[in-house]
């Protein structure tokens, strides 16, 4: 996960992206829940908007 992002920030969309996980009882973070993570923290994902990925 490198987008010119600090470590502060890194460590933050991860623990919001487990939570997603969490919350939809997956074992592993998936794509969806990293994308959502960084939406929810206003960071935009190149190609993707929330609620457009159905990996």
Known sequence: MEHGL??????KVTRI???ISDLNSEETISDQAIIE???LRGIKVKGYQIGEYHG
């Not at 600090?6 to 460590?11: A, D, E, L, P, Q």
């Open 6 to 11: 600090s470590n502060r920030v890194h460590v």
């Open 17 to 19: 992206a487990r939570t």
């Open 37 to 39: 993570a960084f939406g």
